[in-house]
């Protein structure tokens, strides 16, 4: 009897291995089939469209009448007068209205973080609210208040600082200025909400013993919140890097790439090569494309400024 009862053992615990496989295999199927669904979403609706756009990128023609172009159409790129001016453009709201957001969004951060301030949440709120507005909507706004005898104006010439309207949309520097403000006006709150998160993660003791030691605010400023927020401002600087090479919606709206292409950003050039122009699709996707080097370059780079070692 003893024997038999030790011959069943070994059975019986293979038995409870193959239904505890069978169950773990069960539970990860199920696991994988929900991922399953994402993976396909994303393939189909990310990655497909961006293998099709490069594979583009190197044909001509219209239609259905594509063909292989080789490189001819980043060579292309270097003789293209549009696309220079489009691309010196969008280097120039870059350079102007990037540093200006990101100094603005933690100049109110840091303000917005003090224990002492009241209403904290309706000024918070009230500058993070252009963040959420519609594009198109606030664009259409901006255009108007500063027409030449838009609300802008207006208020100059009532506290005399101006004595002739200033042309904000027509002229192409002042158009430039005003594509920069429309852009600061609405990404700078969004900015500010990730320097405010990564503030209030700062242990306020560090701060203590900086006043202790006789560290005044902007030495505290200084020494030790903008090295404690580096990987934030890392963050934002790429992400509205990339935000700004891809600038439509504003320019599109308000001044509509003039006067004279003056105005004309890539993303902008991109729309008119494939809808306002003859179509050029080709073309187009290696314009698209451009824009992918020119992030990754540029990301690169600001890695490393910050002295990422993972870069």
């Given at each position: ?18 239904s ?6 069960k539970?990860?199927l199920?696991?994988?089939?929900f991922?399953?669904?994402a993976?396909i ?11 099709q756009?490069?594979i ?24 293209d ?7 010196t453009?969008t ?25 002492n301030?009241?209403?904290?949440g ?9 963040a ?6 606030y664009?259409?706004?901006f255009k108007?208040?500063?027409?030449p005898?838009g ?6 010439m ?7 309207p200033?042309?904000w ?10 594509i ?13 909400i990730?320097?405010?998160?990564g ?9 203590e013993?900086?006043?202790?030691d ?5 030495r ?5 919140t ?5 990987p934030?401002?890392?963050?934002t ?6 935000g700004?090479?891809?600038?439509f ?7 509509k ?29 290696t314009?698209s ?15 490393k ?7």
């Open positions: 009897m003893k024997t038999a009862n030790t011959a069943a053992g070994p059975g019986k615990n293979s038995n409870t291995f193959q505890s496989r069978s169950r773990r295999f539970s990860g199920v696991g994988w089939l991922v399953a669904a993976v979403l994303i393939a189909a609706f990310y990655f497909y469209p961006m293998i756009a490069l583009l990128s190197f044909q001509t023609g219209t239609g259905i009448n594509m063909k292989f172009n080789g490189l001819g159409n980043y060579q292309r790129l270097f003789t007068k549009m696309f220079l001016t489009a691309v453009n280097f120039i709201y870059l350079l102007f209205q990037v540093p200006i957001m990101i100094i603005l969004a933690m100049f109110f951060s840091v303000l917005l973080n003090d224990r301030l009241k209403f904290k309706f000024f918070r709120t009230a500058i993070f609210l252009p959420i507005t519609s594009l198109v909507a664009s259409i706004v108007y208040l500063f027409a005898d609300l802008v104006n207006s208020m100059l009532n506290i005399h600082i101006i004595n002739a200033i042309q949309i027509s002229d192409p520097f002042w158009a430039k200025v005003t920069i403000i429309a852009i600061t006006w609405r990404w700078t709150g969004y900015n500010m990730f320097y405010l998160s503030l209030q993660n700062i242990d306020q003791s560090i701060y013993a900086a006043r202790i006789g560290a005044s605010a902007i505290q400023f200084f020494s030790i903008i090295p404690l927020l580096k934030i401002i890392l963050f600087s790429i992400t509205s890097t990339i700004t090479l891809q600038l919606d504003e320019v599109m709206n308000i001044t790439g003039g006067p004279g292409n003056a105005t004309t950003t890539i993303s902008q050039y991109i729309y008119n090569l494939s809808f306002e122009y003859s179509a050029d699709f080709g073309y187009a996707a314009v494309y451009s824009i992918v080097i020119m992030i990754i370059i540029l990301s690169f780079i600001q890695f400024v910050a002295g990422d070692r993972n870069a």
